[in-house]
């Protein structure tokens, strides 16, 4: 058995039982327009949603034959994704029985990373979160450390639910293709760490992506480009440094998977020690596990959430802290290179510290000054408040996604 002594709860109590309000539904719309399918997916998404829910309504909000309605209500009602009601009593012509989607029909896991804690979630067909365990991974775990908490959090997990599969939303560096977490500047002792030995639902998926990664999917999802294309550039400036670039091409979105490690760019004339085992990197003057103790003093906590430090960031007079100063300027100067390397028509912030109206006010004043090359113009600047619901929904739809084809459209996947 693994010993589990490095296996703490939260601060906040895990939870279990009905969704937390905080999560909106994925946008099933877009979701589905990108895989090309609509059909019967499509159809219980209507339901899913409250959009239509009778068969008259659906083939009216779908623009199908009644006879095609028919054959997707049967293949939801035989994949148990939808009851239909009996016909009120008494009605004439086609009985106008209402149609329940079971947002619990499929759920997926997913694994994220917040500051120094291991979140596992279970979230259903609505985006709702039916399970919430998380557990603190000491900052001097090895692979062994890791493998016990892990094991121990998804058990717990899979042993209370059904899934199609687990997800596992990761920081650092990752080769996606081969599910290795070679690295992460949280825990610098694990090396190397192949998620494939890790317990999976049975019969379920396995996905690996890197956290930014799915959370810039979701968002140009959500955005959908009208058919333009669209370069996003999202930095995260939070507990760690990292970023993700997505060009759009219409409904179709390439993320670049397996982007630099921006946090760990070298600085000139830095020589501090950074978690990663090198000295000068970005993280060590900007990120909020090197800064955090400066600004935060003790209400500073390792494994506090971005959010919650968002909270107590807001109200501070960031812009006065000479150790914020410096790093807005190297945060800056980051955003500023990496604009040059993959010129975005949008850069997007992300993380605590741009939640302080001044810091944010001063960052989009210090990053319009550096400007671009000759005339061409800046990306528009947007901040993004820090959420983990964009993270949540890439990890969790792809798979959710591919269990609902293969129950309606087995053909197509
Ligand atoms: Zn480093």
New binding site residues.
């Given amino acids: 058995m693994p010993k589990l002594t490095q296996l703490s709860p939260l601060k906040t109590p895990h939870r279990m039982g009905p969704a937390s309000a905080t999560f909106e539904p994925p946008a099933w719309v877009e979701w589905l327009g990108i895989t090309g399918q609509g059909g019967a997916a499509l159809a219980f998404v209507s339901i899913l949603m409250g959009v239509a829910t009778s068969r008259i309504a659906i083939s009216k909000h779908l623009r199908v034959r009644s006879t095609t309605v028919s054959a997707w209500v049967a293949a939801m009602v035989k994949a148990q994704l939808v009851t239909e009601l009996p016909s009120r009593p008494g009605g004439r012509g086609r009985p106008l029985g209402q149609l329940i989607a079971n947002p619990n029909r499929l759920a997926v896991a997913v694994l994220m990373v917040h500051s120094q804690a291991l979140h596992l979630v279970t979230v259903n067909l609505l985006g709702q979160e039916i399970w919430h365990d998380s557990a603190v991974v000491d900052p001097q775990g090895d692979n062994a450390a890791m493998d016990a908490i892990l094991t121990a959090l998804q058990q717990r997990a899979l042993a209370a639910l059904h899934m199609v599969g687990i997800s596992y939303a990761l920081a650092g560096l990752i080769n996606v293709d081969e599910a290795n977490w070679v690295f992460a ?1 949280r825990w610098p002792g694990i090396r190397n760490f192949k998620l494939t030995a890790l317990p999976v639902p049975a019969g379920g998926a396995l996905n690996v992506v890197r956290n930014m990664d799915a959370q810039l999917r979701a968002r140009c999802i959500r955005r959908g480009t009208g058919g333009t294309t669209e370069r996003t550039l999202m930095l995260h400036w939070g507990y760690g440094i990292g970023a993700a670039f997505s060009a759009s091409h219409g409904a179709s979105v390439d993320n670049t998977t397996g982007f630099g ?1 921006v ?2 760019w070298q600085l000139s004339n830095r020589n501090l020690r ?11 003057v900007a990120a909020l596990w090197a800064i955090g103790p400066q600004l935060l003093g003790e209400s500073f906590d390792d494994a506090m959430d971005e959010t919650q430090a968002a909270e107590l960031l807001r109200a501070m007079p960031l812009t006065e802290h000479p150790a914020f100063r410096l790093a807005l300027q190297e945060v800056v100067l980051a955003a500023s290179n990496l604009c040059r390397v993959f010129f975005p028509s949008h850069l997007v912030i992300t993380g605590p510290f741009i939640e302080n109206p001044g810091a944010w006010a001063a960052f989009t004043e210090a990053f319009s000054k550096r400007g671009l090359l000759v005339d061409l113009p800046l990306p528009r600047l947007e901040a993004q408040n820090s959420s983990h619901q964009l993270e949540q929904e890439g990890a969790a739809v792809p798979l959710l996604l591919d269990g609902l084809l293969q129950l309606l459209e087995p053909s197509a996947v």
């Fill in positions: 500047a490690e946090g760990h950074c978690r990663c085992g090198h000295s000068g990197c970005l993280e060590t």
